[in-house]
């Protein structure tokens, strides 16, 4: 059977920064692919470089070793094809909420008539519950309010490759369970493809088809694959009932924690587990939830 054909990968990549005894080793002989249609999710302990990750296949910044290929081709910048959630929102403060993501849809929608251009505007604003804030700029609106104009603006574009480094950290629980709903409805309808970096493995299994850790750096390497077998669509109350997805969970959160041990042995500083929390209130959260080691 012919294997199927990636819409992104990574060659051999490899990343770090300065030479010399300042050299930095961030990433080592990466080595991935991503299928066209699939949600994929890479999990990880804060500051292991899933931002770096990113970071290569936005086009920001290039491996020191290796190939990041798109469609085939070599990675050389940023494309509307690939649209990308920081976890920081960038936003210009002189623009408000509407203009913020009317720049983008703008952009990437130059031949739409100016009424189907607000019409969509207004749906991914309203999605996001900003709409009684159209008019405000950056300065008025709240961290975690910034942070949906943010995913609102990359939404509304449609990109053909979702990147999102943890984009909904910062917001309330309604709020970010409402935009996992919304981020699915969108890659599930438009057969888009799907990276969503993140630290909540529960969040990583409830949206991705498959499940890949980024062991610590120095030098930090991908471990092993795991597939959620877990029917569609995802109801977050039943899923801790679930035979698959409790054993999926077992399974990386058993990987996290003897990497957390192998980082607590070497005195290795700064690194935090993942959020583990039950989806279902009322559970015990996984004993190493928000440890640091």
Excluded: C, H
């Excluded at 480094?165 to 890659?187: C, M, Y």
């Excluded at 959160?253 to 003897?258: E, G, M």
């Excluded at 070497?266 to 015990?284: A, C, E, I, Q, V």
């Amino acid at each position: 059977m012919q294997e199927k054909i990636p819409i992104a990968e990574f060659r051999n990549v490899s990343v770090w920064f300065d030479q010399g005894n300042s050299r930095i080793e961030v990433l080592k002989e990466i080595n991935l692919k991503i299928y066209e249609g699939e949600f994929l999710a890479i999990v990880g302990f804060t500051g292991s470089g899933k931002t770096t990750l990113v970071s290569l296949l936005t086009g920001l910044l290039k491996p020191s070793k290796g190939e990041v290929l798109y469609r085939g081709k070599i990675v050389e910048g940023p494309d509307l094809e690939r649209g990308v959630i920081f976890q920081n929102y960038s936003l210009l403060p002189w623009l408000n909420v509407y203009e913020n993501v009317a720049l983008a849809v703008n952009v990437v929608y130059p031949d739409w008539d100016r009424k189907r251009r607000d019409a969509q505007i207004r749906k991914f604003v309203d999605m996001v519950n900003l709409t009684p804030a159209l008019l405000k700029k950056p300065n008025e609106l709240s961290g975690g309010m910034r942070q949906r104009v943010a995913v609102a603006r990359v939404l509304a574009t449609d990109p053909e490759l979702l990147l999102m480094d943890e984009p909904l950290g910062a917001l309330d629980a309604l709020t970010r369970g409402n935009l996992q709903n919304e981020i699915l409805k969108i890659w599930g309808a438009n057969k888009r493809t799907a990276l969503l970096i993140t630290n909540d493995v529960d969040e990583g299994i409830f949206m991705a088809d498959r499940i890949i850790p980024l062991n610590p750096g120095p030098n930090a390497t991908l471990g092993p694959e795991y597939k959620v077998s877990v029917g569609r669509p995802r109801i977050k109350a039943s899923l801790n009932s679930d035979p698959n997805f409790r054993a999926v969970r077992n399974n990386i959160l058993s990987y996290l924690a003897d990497l957390g041990e192998a980082a607590k042995q070497s005195k290795s500083n700064g690194l935090k587990l993942p959020d583990l929390k039950p989806l279902t209130p009322g559970l015990r959260s996984f004993p190493f939830r928000r440890k640091a080691i």
